[in-house]
C-alpha cells in the first residue's frame, strides 16, 4: 500500500492494519475493527453505575440501530469513534468543531464503504437521543439536574438496559450487522474487490 502523501499519522487497527484518521478511505474501513473497538469504548465516559462491566458504544448502536427507520445508519452512527476518536462527551464535543469535522469526514468513509447515505437522517439522531435518556434511566445514578431540556420529554421505550461484556457486545454488533446485510462476508471486503472507476 502507498502510504505517501498521506494526511496526518495513522492508528493500528485491531486486524493490523493501518488507519489514516485525518485521510480515512473506504477501503481502509473494516467492520470487525469497528464492532472490536466500539465494544471497549465506554459511554458516558465510563461514569455509569455498571458494577464490573463497562456499557459500550457498540450495545448502544445497536439499540439506536433496532429503534431506527435506518437500521444500517444507525449501527453505524457512531463508527468514528472506533478510530482514534472515542466517545467524547457531547457537552464537551459542541465547543470543539474539529472533532465535528474529522468525524464527519470518517462517517463519509464508513458510509461509503458500507454503500449508505453520507448524512445521517434525522430518524436516527432522534433515537440517538432516545437511547441515551434509556441510557440515563437505566444506567446512571439520579441526575442532579436536568440534561437538556429538550430531552426531557422525549417518550422512551419500557426495555430495560442489560450491559453485556466486551465480548458479547462485540459478537451482538457482528451479528446484527450481518442480518442487517444479509451476507455471510464483509461488505467491505466486496467494495475493496471492485474495479476502480
Same mark, same amino acid.
Given at each position: 500500500?502507498?502510504?505517501?502523501?498521506?494526511?496526518?499519522?495513522?492508528?493500528?487497527? +485491531?486486524?493490523?492494519?493501518?488507519?489514516?484518521?485525518?485521510?480515512?478511505?473506504?477501503?481502509?474501513?473494516?467492520?470487525?475493527?469497528?464492532?472490536?473497538?466500539?465494544?471497549?469504548?465506554?459511554?458516558?465516559?465510563?461514569?455509569?453505575?455498571?458494577?464490573?462491566?463497562?456499557?459500550? /458504544?457498540?450495545?448502544?448502536?445497536?439499540? /439506536?440501530?433496532?429503534?431506527?427507520?435506518?437500521?444500517?445508519?444507525?449501527?453505524?452512527?457512531?463508527?468514528?469513534?472506533? +478510530?482514534?476518536?472515542?466517545? !467524547?462527551?457531547?457537552?464537551?464535543?459542541?465547543? !470543539?468543531?474539529?472533532?465535528?469535522?474529522?468525524?464527519?469526514?470518517?462517517?463519509?468513509?464508513?458510509?461509503?464503504?458500507?454503500?449508505?447515505?453520507?448524512?445521517?437522517?434525522?430518524?436516527?439522531?432522534?433515537?440517538?437521543?432516545? /437511547?441515551?435518556?434509556?441510557?440515563?434511566?437505566?444506567?446512571?445514578?439520579?441526575?442532579?439536574?436536568?440534561?437538556?431540556?429538550?430531552?426531557?420529554?422525549?417518550?422512551?421505550?419500557?426495555?430495560?438496559?442489560?450491559?453485556?461484556?466486551?465480548?458479547?457486545?462485540?459478537?451482538?454488533?457482528?451479528?446484527?450487522? +450481518?442480518?442487517?446485510?444479509?451476507? !455471510?462476508?464483509?461488505?467491505?471486503?466486496?467494495?475493496?474487490?471492485?474495479?476502480?472507476?
Amino acid at each position: 500500500m502507498n502510504t505517501e502523501n498521506r494526511i496526518g499519522d495513522w492508528i493500528q487497527t +485491531y486486524s493490523g492494519k493501518q488507519f489514516w484518521p485525518l485521510d480515512p478511505r473506504p477501503e481502509e474501513v473494516f467492520v470487525e475493527d469497528i464492532a472490536h473497538s466500539l465494544s471497549r469504548i465506554s459511554r458516558f465516559g465510563g461514569h455509569n453505575k455498571d458494577g464490573e462491566l463497562g456499557y459500550s /458504544v457498540a450495545q448502544h448502536s445497536v439499540l /439506536v440501530s433496532r429503534y431506527s427507520k435506518h437500521p444500517k445508519q444507525g449501527l453505524f452512527h457512531d463508527a468514528p469513534e472506533a +478510530y482514534g476518536l472515542g466517545d !467524547i462527551l457531547r457537552p464537551l464535543k459542541i465547543h !470543539i468543531p474539529i472533532i465535528t469535522e474529522i468525524e464527519q469526514r470518517i462517517y463519509g468513509a464508513v458510509a461509503s464503504c458500507f454503500r449508505l447515505p453520507e448524512q445521517l437522517d434525522a430518524d436516527v439522531k432522534h433515537w440517538d437521543s432516545v /437511547v441515551m435518556m434509556m441510557e440515563r434511566r437505566d444506567l446512571m445514578g439520579t441526575p442532579p439536574a436536568p440534561w437538556w431540556p429538550d430531552l426531557e420529554t422525549l417518550e422512551l421505550p419500557p426495555e430495560k438496559i442489560v450491559i453485556l461484556s466486551p465480548r458479547q457486545a462485540e459478537e451482538q454488533f457482528l451479528t446484527h450487522y +450481518y442480518k442487517l446485510f444479509s451476507t !455471510i462476508y464483509n461488505l467491505g471486503d466486496w467494495y475493496r474487490r471492485q474495479p476502480s472507476s
